[in-house]
């Protein structure tokens, strides 16, 4: 009797524990006392402590001499965490199977995935659209079963954070690193989007990070490559940039990443990154916003961070400065090395590196690490791109669909007049095209490329003389979706004179592209489709065919005909 309530004991200790795993808020859970966590923390040394803080970089699609290399580090140095990047799902599932069976501790497994698993193995799992193609999207509940479909890949294959979402609010359009990347320019729709996508995430149980921190919209240098400068006043970054980070992390947020941008309002050392700024982290970050979740870096080999602090010195400055954990330092046995002397030094407190440890292996505490498991390899690849994840983002890119200007055209279609159906900027028949194929008794297919000659647009203006109906479908096919389109300056006449000729446009390109398109206003009907991918040319040949009304808002504003809103009321 007495074994028999010892065991109901243990049962009642183990599920209660779970439960309130469960129930607990993240920023809560982590800054709690664990005995799971007490129990790690006493098996490591100063140098495992300090490896708990770094996670290193991983590929799948390099060779297997590159694979092991990693695992060799992630043993070696004693890493927290990996941070993979390309390859397939398979690949990717097995190697977090390898790289955890190596790890002392459980590690910490990322990705990029903002568009999902897609944004790095795009040929292989499916991608959701870009963020500013959701800031047209006015039901944000499809934006949060984005979160959780998307959180269901990432477990699938073992991994446990996604760097995302993207709360940046992006009102430049020459932005080279964020733009389409962003859900848009009003701080208001960034929150709201980006609260659902965060708490979708969160709620299928993988830690997120709001990035970058304190706003990375209002740039025109990429931090990959240089230092950006943010000088604006303090008023202003806390009416717009710091809006959307405020409101989140009030309402949960477990992670941040901190951009690498010098902002002189927040700290006048000169070329200091904000990621290294005490007074931004500590001080804003943590103590004015009260953030108790896990602190980011945004990668330590961007030429945005080493390019002042060089040989090592950018780790030591970003732990001092409040961050918990640092992604993919230039060479992190150097990092661990530095980090342990400015310990001894009493330049880095024991008691604050002591904290840190505990917080990130309470994270993996909440993630169920403590039980790891490996990661199932049958039937990967079909579990990533199961029919109800594109049936979704499906449904994602109908409702972005935007029309810009009036339906008048789309009311009088007839299908049993001659039809031109015209695809710029490819080189082969398009989806939108192939949609609209044998839907209209007598249409003929044109595709120009984007620097297509003179003599061809002849051509094709001559032969256009015959068609009662025009139909133009404008493609962006680069990889990724620039606010300069690509087409040559004879391709933007041709796009003008058919503006005149009272021609439907589907414009399947960066929305900030139609600045590149005078005279594209003109257009009697002008629907945007935002990216070039097979869903959004789907959801236009749908509005077409009058299967689909168009209910998606511009999230920008583009020019004085174009504003951010803009759409059918």
Known sequence: MRQLLYSILLMFVGNSSLLAQQQVPFTTFINTPHPWVDSIFKSLSQQEKIGQLFMVRAHTNLGKRYIDSVGQVIAREKLGGVVFFQGGPRGHAATINSYQELAKVPLLIA?????????????????????????????????????????????????????????????????????????????????????????????????????????????????????????????????????????????????????????????????????????????????????????????????????????????????????????????????????????????????????????????????????????NLNGVYRDVNRPQAKQLNQQLADAALTLLHNDSLLRVIDYSKKTAIISIGVTELTEFQKQLEGKFDNALNFVISPDAKPNDIAKVSVELLRYKQIIVALHDNRRSPQSKINFSGTVRLFINELATMNSIFCVFTNPYALAGMPGIEACKTLLIGYQNSAELQRAGAKAILKQLRPTGRLPVTINTFFKYGDGRR
């Open 111 to 375: 990705l990029d995935g903002e568009w999902g698993l897609g944004m790095r193995m795009s040929d292989s799992a499916v991608s959701y659209p870009y963020q500013m193609t959701l800031g047209a999207i006015r039901d944000e509940r499809l934006i949060y079963n984005m979160g959780r479909e998307v959180a269901k890949d990432f477990k699938r294959l073992g991994l446990n954070i996604n760097f995302a979402p993207v709360v940046d609010i992006n009102n430049n359009p020459r932005n080279p690193v964020i733009n389409y990347r962003s859900f848009g320019e009003n701080k208001e729709n960034v929150t709201r989007l980006g609260a659902a996508y965060m708490h979708g995430m969160m709620d299928e149980k993988i830690l997120i990070t709001l990035k970058h921190f304190p706003g990375h919209g209002d740039t025109d240098v990429d931090s990959h490559k240089d230092l950006p400068q943010l000088n604006f006043t303090r008023e202003h970054l806390d009416s717009v940039e710091l809006y959307p980070f405020k409101a989140l992390i009030k309402e949960g947020a477990s992670g941040v990443m901190v951009a690498h941008m010098h902002i002189p309002a927040l700290d006048k050392t000169t070329h200091l990154p904000s990621s290294l700024s005490p007074p931004v982290v500590n001080g804003l970050l943590k103590g004015e916003l009260g953030f108790r979740g896990l602190v980011f870096t945004d990668a330590m080999d961007m030429n945005g961070v080493i390019k002042y602090f060089k040989n090592g010195e950018a780790d030591v400055r970003a732990v001092l400065a409040g961050n918990d954990v640092l992604e993919l330092s230039q060479n992190s046995s150097r990092a661990i090395a530095m980090i342990t002397k400015a310990v001894k030094e009493k330049r880095i407190s024991q008691a604050a590196l002591d904290a840190k440890v505990k917080r990130i292996l309470a994270a993996k505490l909440w993630l169920g690490l403590d039980k790891f498991t490996p990661v």
